[in-house]
């Protein structure tokens, strides 16, 4: 009797020693923060980096829908995928697989992807410090890179490797149009943009916000009390607002000048603070690995279709900076707290893509889910506390106010175009069968 019991408990005790899926849940925001260190190594730019996260995610959502029936796979929801074969017959583990196909379509699409190859060894040790067999990871090794071919396969079709043959953006002579800023009078960013495939809108120009307030050199003119609002805002922030707009900043490249010597940084993008968000709601909620995958999939989906719809927006309108209006009509000395993006002004993409995002997460993950972010502390500011993922999104949108880079109405306008995605998206996924995670 007494053996037995011995042995009951031996088993017991092996149970629960062996490494269980839910074990890897822990490795998703480190996988998916080494995207983000490759790409502000790199220097990826907004717009770019959408479209690096989605792909980067894709395979890994795809392999945790075939071990979870609950989760919709990417194959139902997006227009051109094809199926994607596993290629396997031996067991394998699907948590490994999805994690190793985030680092391995990175590897293969980032421009600096070798990188990564150090993440995807320091990720194989720990998995055999876990007493995981080194037939299972080889097995779901050749399942990740199986599926990453085919990802990259698909991500060749959008486009974006013809951009680079586009021609470049010629600043117009109108005194409304956008030109590039100091202090690196930098050319404008992805003028062709909108020609990359969407992945759930329908096109580019579905969302086509309302038109911007018209320029007028006029003092009693729309347009110059909105001038001069971002003038007179910049010339009396509060220590809180300040902390605000650096919160929110979020420019993969700013240049700092000292005399003849300028110095670059280089910062997270803005789908990067938010991907970091979707990685500190799902380790807060608890959700199960695929869960958690599917989430951030479904986020970086949802910001690479916003800023597909905001850059259409930016270059068809193509309105001057605030910056450059103001040091022309108002104050040649003027500066902004913010370093001026290299691109158009109308619709302000941290609105746009902020908002759209935040609906979808609100729609996944519930309204009044209280977080802290705690995404800038890489950059030395403290963390901030928002109530809702809404909440944190109307705070982005306002940065841009105080950081002196944004008119009012392309706040506004592009949080209306932003909700607009967003909603589309949301209605799009509940066609689709895919249910809020909690």
């Known amino acids: 009797m007494r053996q037995a019991l011995f042995f009951c408990l031996l088993l017991a005790t092996v149970a629960r020693a062996k490494p269980t899926k839910t074990d890897l849940r822990s490795q998703i925001q480190p996988t998916v923060f080494a995207i983000t260190m490759v790409m502000i190594h790199d220097v990826v730019n907004p717009p770019a980096a959408s479209r690096f996260y989605t792909y980067c995610l894709l395979g890994a959502h795809e392999i945790a829908a075939r071990n979870q029936k ?75 890179q199986t599926v990453a071919k085919q990802v990259v396969a698909y991500a060749a079709d959008d486009n ?99 005399g003849h010597m300028s110095i670059g940084f280089k910062k997270i993008s803005p ?31 949802t910001l690479m279709d916003a800023f597909i719809s905001c850059w259409d927006e930016k270059y068809r309108s193509n309105r001057i900076r605030p910056e450059t209006v103001i040091n022309k009509y108002i104050n040649v000395r003027w500066q902004p707290l913010l370093q001026t993006p290299p691109f158009p002004e109308y619709t302000s993409g941290h609105s746009v893509i902020s908002t759209a995002v935040a609906e979808v997460l609100t729609y996944l993950l519930g309204d009044n889910f209280a977080f802290i972010d705690t995404t800038e502390t890489l950059f030395e500011l403290p963390e901030r506390s928002f109530p809702s993922f809404r909440k944190a999104a ?22 209306a175009q932003g909700r607009a995605v967003g909603v589309f998206i949301i209605n799009k996924l509940k066609k689709a069968g895919v249910e809020p995670v909690l």
């Open 70 to 144: 609950t989760i919709v796979a990417p194959t139902q929801l997006l227009r051109g995928l094809k199926p994607i074969e596993i290629g396997r017959k031996e067991p394998y583990d699907s948590q490994i697989a999805a994690l190793y196909c985030i680092l391995e379509t990175g590897k293969l699409l980032l421009p600096s992807g070798y990188m990564l190859e150090e993440e995807e060894t320091k990720l194989i040790d720990q998995l055999k410090k876990q007493k995981y067999s080194e037939q299972l990871i080889r097995s779901s090794v050749a399942v990740a």
């Open 160 to 258: 974006y490797r013809n951009l680079s043959a586009r021609q470049r953006y010629r600043p117009g002579k109108s005194d409304s149009t956008w030109y590039p800023t100091p202090p690196g009078y930098m050319e404008g960013i992805e003028p062709h943009w909108r020609t990359i495939r969407p992945m759930l809108i329908d096109s580019c120009s579905q969302f086509k916000p309302a038109p911007p307030v018209s320029f007028s050199k006029d003092t009693s003119s729309a347009f110059y009390r909105l001038t001069y609002q971002v003038y007179q805002v910049g010339n009396t922030l509060t220590d809180e607002q300040r902390m605000i707009a650096s919160f929110w900043d979020c420019n993969p490249f700013a240049i700092n000048t000292s």
């Open 271 to 301: 789908g990067g603070h938010w991907m970091s968000i979707v990685s500190l709601a799902a380790e807060k909620a608890q959700l199960s690995f695929e869960k958690a995958i599917m989430v951030h999939s479904l986020a970086s989906i």
């Open 394 to 415: 109307e705070e982005a949108a306002i940065s841009r106010l105080y950081g002196g880079i944004h008119y009012l109405d392309a706040i506004e306008n592009g949080q």
